[in-house]
C-alpha cells in the first residue's frame, strides 16, 4: 500500500475548500511520479506549507462489495487469502502543475511528512449484526487508517519567469497510516432508498487497537509481535524474539504491537532445549543460543517446534552462529559433549568439570557439525581436570604456563582426556595462526611450526593470540620445524618448500606449491624453527621423476624405490641441483645401507665408505636405507674401492692420523700416495711389515709382536735392500710427529720435516696407475695413481709407473682445466691447475718387462683421457706420454654370498678379501686369458672365452700356465661353495669348500 495524492493545478485560493471534498471520496490516486517533472529555477519560491485540518479515519474494505444482511439479523463473514500484513510508510509529496502558454510544467518535493504502521489480521473473520424489522445493513471488512492532508503555496516568479498570469498556486496530497483491522456496518431503512442510515442499539463490534507489548519476557512461544516502528515481524521460540522475513504459510497470526526497543530488551537467543522449524520442516533444537539441526528426533525429543520463516535460521537472527562456552549437549549415543570456542569437545567424565543438563540432539548433528565449530576459536581456553589451562590458537591447545600478561578468560572446564586426545582439536596450529609472546614476539604457524617475525611488513600478522614465552619454548602442541611438503614465501616473493625440516627454495612451482605462508626473509635466513638441511631418511621428487633420499643433509639419488622411498616432496630439479639448504656432501660420522646390496657404509671427508655388511655390523640397525649406486657415487674411488689394493698406500683421516696398508683401511681415511709394491710372499733377503694399533692410533712395524700393541694385519714382505739389477726401488721410514708423537710412514729419509724412527726396508718402486671415470655430468676422465675426486669410479687398470724417475723415464702430471682432468709431461700443466705429479713413464719399452703405451686422447667436447689403444678408441690421439709395465693387482671381493675378482676396482657394494697376486695385461709366452664371467647372480673366473655359456664381462687378464722361471708366483684355483657362488683362491682346498680346478699362477711381485 502507497500513499494517495491529489494534484490541483493552478488553483485560487477560493477553490481549495471545494476540493478538500474531493479528498474523502479518494479522487486523484494518481502517484507523484505519474507526471513529469518541473524545472524549476533556482529562485522558484514556496511561500507555505499547511497541514489542512486535524485528519480524520478513514476506511478501505478488503472486499469490493459488502455483506447485505437482512432483519432479524445474522453473520457477516469475510476470508482473506494467507495471512496478510497491512503496512504503510508514507512521505507526502506535493505535486506542482502550471499550464503556462503552451506548456505544462511540473515538479515534486516532499514535505518530510513520514509515518509507519504495520497491521495484522487473520485468515477468516466474522461478525454477528442485528437489524431491526424493515431495515438492511451492509457489512464490511477492511482496514481503518488516519488520514492527513497537507497543502504546500507557491509563487509564480522564479518558478516561470515568462508567467504573467496567477501570482500563485497550491497543490494537495494526503497520507494514510493503518491502525487496526476492523468492521463497518451500515443501517439502511426498508427499500433500500438510502438515506443516512444508522447503527441500531444492541451488541455492535466496535473496532479496537490492540493493546502495544512493553515486555516480550513470559510471553508463550508461538507469540507473534509487530514492531511499529520498525515495522518488522518477530515470534517468540524460547523466550527470544525470532524476526520473520515472511508470514506466508500462516506463520504469524494474531500479531500484537510493540517497538523495537523491547524486542531489542529480550533475550538475546533462545533457551536450551527450545525448538524451530522453518518452511522447509526442517527441526532446530537449541544449545547455547546456537540452532543445532536435528536428522531425527528419536531419542533426544524435538516438543512442539515453533514455526519460524527459513531466513531466520539462515540469518541466525536472535541466534549464535556456535553454541555459547560452557553449553553441553547429549548424542543418541549418551556421548557429552561440552562446548569451548565453538567446537563440542568430548567429555570423557563430568567428574571436576561438570556438565550441567546436556541437550540431547542427534548423533548426526555432532558429526556434521552443525552450527559448530570444527576447532575452538582462537583465544577460546579450557582448564583440564588437572588444573592446566589452554589456549586455543589455529585449533591447537597451546598450554599456558602463566596467564600474566597474556589472559585466559573464563576457561572452560573439560576432562584431561579431552586434550590429550585432542577430540575437535588440531595437533599443531593450522598455517598462517599468529601467537604473540609475553616479549611480546609474534609468530607465525607454518606446518605447524612456529615461525619468528621479525616484521610483519609484506606478510601480515593478522590478530595474534596472546600465549605464555614458555609455550614456545616448550613448542606445545607444535612442530619443531614445518612439516614436510609446507611452504613459506618471504617478503621478496620467494617460495620454499619444506624437506625434513629445511626450507628448500623453489625456482618455478611447476611440481605445486600450495598455499606459501607469508613470513619475512629474516625468518628464512635465520632459519627459525628451521633446519639447515633436511633430516636423515627425508625424500624429495623431481619433474624429471628421479627420487632423492637424505642422509647428513646430501641428496642421495634412489635407483628405485626398494629403499624404502616414503612420500617424496616434489620439488624442482634445479633446487637439488643448486644445493639451496642442502649439503653439498655428506657431514662425516653418518651411517647408511645400501639396502639392495646390505652393505653399511659410514660418511666421512665428503665420501662413504664400506664398514660392513648387514645386519652383523652395528649400526645397521637405524641407519637411512638407500640404493648401493647412491652410496656408489660418494665412495672413495681408491680407498677400499680395489685400484690401490696390493700396493703399499699411505692414508689419512680427518684427525691427521695415518695409516699404511695394502687392501681395506677403516672408514674416513683417504689415500695420500703411494709407497711401492710389496712382495706378497715371503722371499729370501724379505722381512714381514705389520700393521700395528696403539689406541686411536695405527702403525707399522717389522716385529711380529707388533712392539707389544695389537696387530691389525700382515701387509707383505720388504726388501732388506735394493736389488742391484732389479726394478727400482724405494726406501720406506718409519716416522714420528714429535709434538703430537703420531707416526707415519714415508719415502723422505728426512721423514717430510718430521723425526725418523727407524728405516723398514724397501719396496718395489712401481704405482699402479688407475683411469677412472666420472659418474654424471660432466663426463670426465681422471687418470692417477693418488686417489681421484668425489664422484669418479675406477675403470681400467692401466698398468704401473715408476716411482723413482731417472734416466729414460718422463715425469707425468695431473692437471686440470675447469671440469676437465687431463695428464701432461709438462710440469706448468701447459698453463692449468697442477693437481700432483703421478710418477714416471718410460721413454721406451721396459726392458726384460712386458710394456703397454700410454696415449693421450682428446674427445670432440675438450675431454681428456688415456689410453693404450695408438686410435683413442676412435677419438683423436694428441700424442705419446710413453710406456708403463703391463702388471696389475688381482682382488677377490664379496657382497653377501657373491664372491668377484678385479684389478681395476671393485663392482658396486663389494668389499675387499685379499689379494691373490699379479696378473699381466697383455699375452706373454706360456700365458692364457682369464675372463670376467657372470651367471645370474654370481660373478665367476673362467679360461673360457665363451664363459661356458653364460654372460661374458670381459678379459680380467692374463694367467700363466706353469710357474713362470725365475718368478715368486703362487697358484690360484676355481671353487664353489655348493650354494652356487664361485670364488678364486690360492689354497688347493679351496678353503674347505668344492674345487672345480686351477685355473693358472699368478705372480706375487709385479
Known sequence: ?????????????????????????????????????????????????????????????????????????????????GTRTESMTTTATISVSAKLSAAEFEASASTGHTAQQSLTYGTEVQQNVSVRPGQYALVSYGVYSWKTTYARTYTIPGCNKDSTFFPWFADYSYMLVPMYAGWRIEYFPPGGGGGNGGNPPGPVTVPTKPQL???????????????????RVYKMAGGA??????????????????????????????????????????????????????????????????????????????????????????DQQGQIFKFAGGAPIHMATCDGSGCGTPVKVSTWSIATLDHMRSV??????????????????????????????????????????????????????????????????????????????????????????????????ALEHMRPYPMDGTTIRDQQGQIFKFVGGAPVH???????????????????????????????????????????????????????CSSDCGFPVPVTQWSVDHREHMADRPVDGIS???????????????????????????????????????????????????????????????????????????????????????????????HPLYACQNGAEEFSSVRDDCEGSPRIALLGHLYDSPAPDGPPMLAVYRCKDGTAGEHFDSTDPKCEGKVQE????????????????????????WTTTRAAGAGYRPEIAMGMVSLVGGPGTRALYSCRSGSDEFTSLQADCEGATKLAGIGWAWEAPVAGVPSLPLYRCRIAGGEHFVSHDAKCEGMQQETLLGYVVARAAVTRSIRGTDHAEGTAGLSAGYRAEAVHGYLSLVAEPGTKALYQCRAGGDDFTSLDSGCE???????????????????????????????????????????GQHGEGLQGYLLTTP
Open 1 to 81: 500500500m502507497r500513499a494517495s495524492v491529489i494534484r490541483v493545478g493552478r488553483v485560487r485560493a477560493a477553490v481549495l475548500a471545494v476540493l478538500a471534498s474531493l479528498f474523502v471520496a479518494g479522487a486523484g490516486q494518481a502517484a507523484a511520479d505519474d507526471l513529469p517533472p518541473l524545472p524549476l529555477g533556482s529562485d522558484c519560491n514556496v511561500v507555505s506549507e499547511t497541514q489542512v485540518g486535524s485528519g480524520t479515519v478513514d476506511f478501505r474494505p478488503t472486499a469490493l462489495q459488502p455483506t447485505r444482511i437482512e432483519a432479524p439479523g445474522g453473520t457477516a463473514k469475510t476470508s482473506v487469502t
Open 213 to 231: 507489548v512493553t515486555s516480550v519476557y513470559g510471553l508463550p512461544d508461538g507469540t507473534v509481535l509487530n514492531t511499529n516502528d520498525t515495522h
Open 241 to 330: 524474539p525470532i524476526w520473520q522475513s515472511t508470514c506466508d504459510g500462516g506463520l504469524c497470526p494474531d500479531a500484537r504491537p510493540t517497538t523495537q526497543a523491547v524486542i531489542d530488551a529480550g533475550p538475546a537467543a533462545p533457551s536450551d532445549g527450545a525448538t524451530v522449524q522453518d518452511q522447509q520442516g526442517q527441526i532446530f533444537k537449541f544449545a547455547g543460543g546456537a540452532p543445532i539441526h536435528m536428522a531425527t528426533c528419536d531419542g533426544s525429543g524435538c516438543g512442539t517446534p515453533v514455526k519460524v520463516s527459513t531466513w531466520s535460521v539462515a540469518a541466525l537472527d536472535h541466534m549464535r552462529p556456535v553454541p555459547s562456552d560452557g553449553a553441553t549437549v547429549q
Open 376 to 473: 575452538p576459536a582462537d583465544g577460546a581456553t579450557v582448564q583440564d581436570q588437572q588444573g592446566q589451562i589452554f589456549k586455543f590458537a589455529g585449533g591447537a591447545p597451546i598450554h599456558m604456563a602463566t596467564c600474566d600478561g597474556s589472559g585466559c578468560g573464563s576457561p572452560v572446564k573439560v576432562s584431561t582426556w579431552s586434550v590429550a586426545t585432542l577430540d575437535h582439536m588440531n595437533p599443531a596450529p593450522v598455517d598462517g595462526s599468529t601467537v604473540q609472546d609475553q616479549q611480546g614476539q609474534i609468530f607465525k604457524f607454518a606446518g605447524g611450526a612456529p615461525i619468528h617475525m621479525a616484521t610483519c611488513d609484506g606478510s601480515g600478522c593478522g590478530t595474534p593470540v596472546k600465549v605464555s614465552t614458555w609455550s614456545i619454548a
Open 506 to 560: 623453489m625456482a618455478t612451482c611447476d611440481p605445486g606449491c600450495g598455499a606459501p605462508v607469508p613470513v619475512s626473509t629474516w625468518s628464512v635466513s635465520h632459519l627459525d624453527h628451521m633446519l639447515a638441511v633436511p633430516m636423515d631418511g627425508a625424500t624429495v621428487s623431481t619433474e624429471n621423476g628421479t627420487v632423492y633420499k637424505f642422509a647428513a643433509g646430501y641428496p642421495f639419488r634412489l635407483s628405485g
Open 592 to 686: 647408511l645401507v645400501a639396502a639392495d646390496t646390505g652393505t653399511l657404509y659410514r660418511t666421512s671427508g665428503g665420501f662413504t665408505d664400506p664398514v660392513g655388511p648387514c645386519p652383523q655390523t652395528s649400526g645397521c640397525q637405524w641407519a637411512p636405507r638407500v640404493d648401493q649406486s647412491s652410496v656408489e657415487f660418494l665412495t672413495d674411488p681408491s680407498a677400499n674401492h680395489g685400484p690401490l689394493y696390493g700396493q703399499l698406500t699411505r692414508y689419512v683421516n680427518g684427525s691427521g692420523d695415518h695409516y699404511s696398508a695394502t687392501g681395506s683401511v677403516p672408514p674416513g681415511y683417504r689415500a695420500e700416495g703411494p709407497l711401492g709394491q710389496l712382495d706378497l710372499v715371503q722371499e729370501p733377503g724379505t
Open 758 to 781: 727407524s728405516l723398514l726396508g724397501y719396496t718395489i718402486g712401481y704405482g699402479a696407475l688407475t683411469r677412472y671415470t666420472h659418474q654424471g655430468a660432466p663426463s670426465d676422465h
Open 949 to 991: 655359456g653364460q654372460t661374458v664381462q670381459g678379459t680380467l687378464g692374463y694367467v700363466w700356465s706353469e710357474p713362470p722361471a725365475g718368478r715368486p708366483s703362487t697358484p690360484v684355483y676355481r671353487c664353489n661353495t655348493g650354494g652356487g657362488d664361485h670364488f678364486d683362491s690360492v689354497r688347493e682346498d679351496c678353503e
